[in-house]
Each structure stands twice: as structure tokens, then as C-alpha cells.
């Protein structure tokens, strides 16, 4: 969460609600709600579309925190990730335990250990609440320049709290400020040229060979490696200490050239308790078949690979831990692995190519599994030695497909009616295994 857990699950008085129809308007609503000493929930929705919904909590007139748009879990990470840096943590590109690191309790708790300061944890609350407002304006403007009137209205939903708050949170943010930061972030936005595009969309190389001759070796060797599809603009700005209109701007005649393309991603995903989830068994035998692996540190792939396996006449293991990965290959000696790119310590590229070391693994197929399945991540899995790539979320059909395609047609046979979902003459493109020494 990434407000005080005092706010958590406070009961509301009934709602007072009220459309202003500019952006200026809201903001000014927003610093009224200091000179009033507000303490609530916040709730503004575009009366249009209700595609979205911003939330901002309030005590005594301060801002305390806020939630919205399409990355509220991206940018808090970004937000630490830029404010406090001596955690060393990186940009997460896929699910985080905020409770554990990230949530706003866990850094109360290294500021209490002196570990950060408490303005560190303010400039990050201020930053990504001015990100939020940022949003909002941009989505407004943008429902506003689609047309009707109504479009152009926002409707702001007061939640009073109904209970008294026994201790102040300890970061505050004044709202004024707040409003200040977040109009001159979209202004120096407009000024850049760069209204129709969200900081939220990530860079994605369409043409590399364009790309390499267009721009200096350095220069391109840069771009590949920190373009790859999942980090958004704000990401590469944090990452490369940029201002962000200015990076945005240094990439546009790529786009216009559609030499890069920009593409919305997902949020990092927060994983659900635990205990609500099962965990894979980490091997299911079977008296007859070829064997499975799939190496993936997330238990829910896992566990969707072996329900989808569960079926049919195949083994299956999964592994965790990539560091763990070639013992334990080795020891079950698979007929064909799927590996994960995004893991943590190694990714799955660094892995298929200690795989293809190994001469037992010369000729087994390994199939990437991705969600970015770009032209530059071909070219990578190609100089690895991987076999194909397998595009997520996984399902039935997919996985069918690619081991009848790896697998000869003796050694594969699906039972019951999982069978009927794979049609002959579809077959997954093989990249051409190579062997790396």
C-alpha cells in the first residue's frame, strides 16, 4: 500500500459529490481542500467514460497518498527506486511483494532504522502523487480533444472519514505543492511537443538494421540494450537520469521514421497471499512420455504449465531457481525446456546459452517464453541457441502446439480432449538451435 495502514479500510460518511469542468478547476479544488483541512477520500472519475478512477487521501488537508491510472505499482517502484537509492534496488519488471520492500510501512521502517530519511519517503510520495495528477490531466485532456462535452467533465466524489485517526501520518504533502509540480511537468510536456503520447508507453525496436544505421555504434549498442519493450519512458528516465520530456524528445524521430515504435505495457504485478495459492509440485511423473521442464521463478506459470500438462502423457518439472537450473537438468536429462527471459540474478537468455554448453543439451529443444517477442529478442534467443518462443500468458493451444512441433510425432500423445485443440498443419517457426562454446 502506499499510504499510512492507518488509512486502511476506514469507514466513510456518505458521499458529497461535485463536476468541475477543466483541469484548472480540479486543481484548484485540490488546494482547497487544504484551506478546508479535508480528511478523506477523494474519488475523481471522467463523467464520459468511467474507464478510470484516481483516488487521493487526505488528513487534515495534506495529502498522505493517492492511487490511479494504468501503473500505480510501476511508478510507486520507480518512485523508490529514484528517491532512495542506497536500498539498491532495481526497477522491478515483473511481480513485487510491496509488503516485504516497496510498501509504505517497510520504508517507515528504515526510516525509523536510519536507514533512509523521512524526506526521501516524502519526495516519493509527492512525486508519484504529481505523477497521478500528471495522468489525470493527460487522460482529460485527451477525452476533451475526442469531442463531446461531457467528455471534458470531471466528477470529484468527497469521502468524509467518519472515525478519528488516533496518530498523524508521518509524511504530509501539502497539496499546493503538489498542484504546482504536476503543471509544470504537463506544461513542460505540452512544450515539448509531446501531448499525444503517455510516458506510460515503452520504447520497442521495429527496425534494428534502420535503427544501427541511423545512429553512431555507441550509440546503438545503448539503445538495444536499454529498449527492450517493457520499460516505459518515466522507467528509462529514471534509469538513465534524465529529464523526461527531453529523453522522449531524443527518441521521436525514431518513431516518426517507425524505426522505434512505442507500445502500452501492463503494471507490475503485486502477487496474491501466499497461502491462497498453491504451490507446483516440483515434479509430476507419468510412466511414459517425454519429458518437460520449465524453468520459471514464478509459481503461477508453473502452475499453469503443469494444469495444462496434467492431461497428457507427458512428465514435468518445474524449476524455480535458474542458478539451480543446469544441476537439475542434468540430473532429469529433459526432452524439451521452456525457459523464461525475466528471472532474477540470470535471465533466461544467460541460461539457454550455459544449457547449449553442455553437449547432453546439443539438440534439445528450447523454447523461449516471453511476453516480449520483438525482433531484437529473436535475434537474441537465435545467438543463444534457442529453438523458438512461446508468447505469454501461456495457454492449452500454445503449448500443445509447440511440443508437437519439437516433439516427434511418436513420443507425443496428448490424451482425452486436450488433443483435439492442435491442428496439423499449424506449426511454431524454429529459430535454428545452435550450439554456444
Known amino acids: 500500500m502506499f499510504f499510512p495502514t492507518s488509512f486502511n479500510n476506514i469507514e466513510c460518511q456518505p458521499?458529497?459529490?461535485e463536476i468541475v469542468n477543466s483541469s484548472e478547476a480540479l486543481l484548484q479544488r485540490l488546494a482547497h481542500c487544504q484551506e478546508v483541512g479535508f480528511s478523506g477520500h477523494l474519488s475523481l472519475t471522467l463523467t464520459e467514460t468511467h474507464a478510470h478512477t484516481w483516488s487521493l487521501y487526505f488528513f487534515n488537508g495534506w495529502m498522505v497518498g493517492g492511487l490511479g491510472g494504468n501503473h500505480e505499482i510501476r511508478r510507486w517502484c520507480r518512485q523508490v527506486v529514484h528517491h532512495c537509492p542506497q536500498l539498491q534496488l532495481p526497477l522491478p519488471s515483473r511481480s513485487v511483494n510491496l509488503s516485504q520492500v516497496w510498501g509504505y510501512p517497510a520504508l517507515m521502517r528504515q526510516v525509523e532504522q536510519g536507514r533512509l530519511s523521512q524526506n526521501q519517503v516524502a519526495s516519493a510520495i509527492r512525486d508519484s502523487l504529481v505523477e497521478v495528477l500528471f495522468d489525470l490531466i493527460q487522460t482529460h485532456q485527451a477525452s476533451s480533444r475526442a469531442g463531446s462535452e461531457s467528455a471534458s467533465r470531471i466528477q470529484m466524489a468527497y469521502h468524509d472519514f467518519c472515525q478519528t485517526i488516533s496518530a498523524s501520518p508521518p509524511i504530509l504533502v501539502p497539496p499546493t505543492q503538489v498542484v504546482k509540480m504536476a503543471m509544470q511537468a504537463w506544461n513542460a510536456w505540452i512544450q515539448a511537443g509531446l501531448a499525444p503520447y503517455s510516458p506510460d508507453l515503452a520504447p520497442v525496436i521495429l527496425d534494428s538494421v534502420a535503427l544501427q544505421g541511423k545512429t553512431p555504434p555507441a550509440a546503438y549498442r545503448s539503445l538495444n540494450?536499454?529498449?527492450?519493450?517493457?520499460?516505459?519512458?518515466?522507467?528509462?528516465?529514471?534509469?538513465?537520469?534524465?529529464?523526461?520530456?527531453?529523453?522522449?524528445?531524443?527518441?521521436?524521430?525514431?518513431?516518426?521514421?517507425?524505426?522505434?515504435?512505442?507500445?502500452?505495457?501492463?503494471?507490475?504485478?503485486?502477487?496474491?497471499?501466499?497461502?491462497?495459492?498453491?504451490?507446483?509440485?516440483?515434479?509430476?511423473?507419468?510412466?511414459?512420455?517425454?519429458?518437460?521442464?520449465?524453468?520459471?521463478?514464478?509459481?503461477?506459470?508453473?502452475?499453469?504449465?503443469?494444469?495444462?500438462?496434467?492431461?497428457?502423457?507427458?512428465?514435468?518439472?518445474?524449476?524455480?531457481?535458474?542458478?539451480?537450473?543446469?544441476?537439475?537438468?542434468?540430473?532429469?536429462?529433459?526432452d524439451i525446456i521452456f525457459l523464461d527471459v525475466l528471472m532474477p540474478m540470470i535471465n533466461g537468455y544467460e541460461v539457454c546459452a550455459q544449457i547449449r554448453q553442455i553437449s547432453a543439451f546439443k539438440d534439445t529443444p528450447i523454447v523461449i517464453v516471453t511476453s516480449s517477442d520483438g525482433i531484437v529478442d529473436r535475434v537474441?534467443?537465435?545467438?543463444?541457441?534457442?529453438?523458438?518462443?512461446?508468447?505469454?500468458?501461456?495457454?492449452?493451444?500454445?503449448?500443445?502446439?509447440?511440443?508437437?512441433?519439437?516433439?516427434?510425432?511418436?513420443?507425443?500423445?496428448?490424451?482425452?480432449?486436450?488433443?483435439?485443440?492442435?491442428?496439423?498443419?499449424?506449426?511454431?517457426p524454429k529459430l535454428g538451435a545452435r550450439s554456444c562454446t
Not at 512420455?289 to 521463478?297: F, R
Not at 497428457?312 to 537439475?328: G, V
Open 15 to 17: 458521499v458529497t459529490c
Open 225 to 334: 540494450q536499454l529498449i527492450d519493450g517493457n520499460s516505459t519512458l518515466r522507467d528509462l528516465a529514471v534509469k538513465l537520469k534524465q529529464p523526461l520530456p527531453l529523453l522522449t524528445r531524443s527518441l521521436l524521430p525514431f518513431v516518426r521514421q517507425e524505426v522505434i515504435g512505442l507500445q502500452a505495457v501492463p503494471d507490475i504485478a503485486a502477487p496474491p497471499d501466499p497461502a491462497e495459492v498453491p504451490s507446483p509440485r516440483p515434479m509430476r511423473l507419468h510412466p511414459k512420455g517425454p519429458l518437460v521442464a520449465y524453468i520459471e521463478d514464478s509459481r503461477f506459470d508453473c502452475l499453469a504449465m503443469e494444469t495444462i500438462l496434467e492431461k497428457t502423457e507427458h512428465r514435468y518439472i518445474s524449476i524455480h531457481d535458474p542458478i539451480q537450473a543446469l544441476p537439475m537438468l542434468l540430473e532429469h536429462k529433459p
Open 380 to 428: 537474441r534467443a537465435n545467438l543463444v541457441g534457442a529453438s523458438g518462443f512461446l508468447a505469454k500468458p501461456i495457454t492449452t493451444e500454445k503449448v500443445l502446439v509447440t511440443l508437437k512441433s519439437y516433439l516427434s510425432a511418436s513420443s507425443f500423445s496428448p490424451t482425452s480432449q486436450s488433443c483435439d485443440l492442435i491442428k496439423p498443419n499449424i506449426r511454431t
